[in-house]
């Protein structure tokens, strides 16, 4: 079964920072595209940060370049979210998602266009 299972939202004071973690199960996360996207409630889902896995690529949304940071772990099949210098603006539900119908797929932006997705963690910034 493909799953994925996100951590590390919560509360932070604006300025802080968080990590989030996408586990995956079912899949291997390297080989697939695979990203970061946030979803306020009554809008789209918007990227974030993704990857492409033909060629290594990272897309990031403009308001959040210089801010945030993806890396994965291969050994741990787990795909990070590094957010710093956080804003309230930030604050919402993100999600990873993953496209595991297109194994080495280029990926030309960040586009919820995904097959697999995550519960959603919750993070909340303090003005």
């Known amino acids: 079964q493909l799953q994925l299972a996100e951590s590390g939202g919560g509360l932070v004071q604006s300025g802080g920072s968080l990590k989030l973690s996408c586990a995956a199960s079912?899949?291997?996360?390297?080989?697939?595209?695979t990203g970061w996207f946030r979803q306020a409630p009554g809008q789209e889902r918007e990227g974030v940060a993704c990857?492409?896995?033909?060629?290594?690529?990272?897309y990031y949304a403009d308001s959040v370049k210089g801010r945030f940071h993806l890396s994965r772990d291969s050994a741990s099949n787990t795909m990070y979210l590094m957010m710093n210098s956080l804003k309230p603006e930030d604050t919402t539900v993100y999600y990873c998602?993953?496209?595991?119908?297109?194994?080495?797929?280029?990926?030309?932006?960040?586009?919820?266009?995904?097959?697999?997705w995550g519960q959603g963690t919750l993070v909340n910034v303090s003005s």
């Open positions: 990857i492409s896995p033909s060629d290594g690529k990272i």
């Open positions: 998602g993953a496209d595991s119908t297109n194994p080495m797929a280029t990926m030309t932006g960040c586009y919820p266009h995904l097959s697999t």
């Open positions: 079912g899949f291997t996360l390297h080989l697939v595209p």
